[in-house]
Nanobody
Framework: VQLVESGGGLVQPGGSLRLSCAAS????????MGWFRQAPGKEREFVAA????????NYADSVKGRFTISRDNAKNTMYLQMNSLKPEDTAVYYC??????????????WGQGTQVTVSS
């Protein structure tokens, strides 16, 4: 299993970023996928999850209405469109294989993470 995140960077408050997670080594279309994040000094937290088909999604309350999770099963890739970014969104963002839509972790497969910094 390999998960490779990309798309992070430095953005001003109110700005946007699109994260990608390229997956390989397993049948991507068979599994839910999810995004988690970890800020300095804090525990890793759930951000969003998407069902294997893309037909169902779930978001943490802190990002609901601002972030959109999606996937392209033909490209084995998951995305996180982040709009109206806030300084409190600053964290390392990780993709995860197979979480439940409620954010419960099923498999301990993670990417290396991509840093998102929201600052003026």
């Amino acid at each position: 299993v390999q998960l490779v995140e990309s798309g992070g960077g430095l953005v001003q408050p109110g700005g946007s970023l699109r994260l990608s997670c390229a997956a390989s080594g397993f049948t991507f279309s068979n599994y839910n996928m999810g995004w988690f994040r970890q800020a300095p000094g804090k525990e890793r937290e759930f951000v969003a999850a998407i069902s294997w088909s893309g037909g169902s999604t779930n978001y943490a309350d802190s990002v609901k209405g601002r972030f959109t999770i999606s996937r392209d099963n033909a490209k084995n890739t998951m995305y996180l469109q982040m709009n109206s970014l806030k300084p409190e969104d600053t964290a390392v963002y990780y993709c995860n294989l197979g979480p439940r839509l409620g954010g419960q972790i099923t498999y301990n497969y993670w990417g290396q993470g991509t840093q998102v910094t929201v600052s003026s």
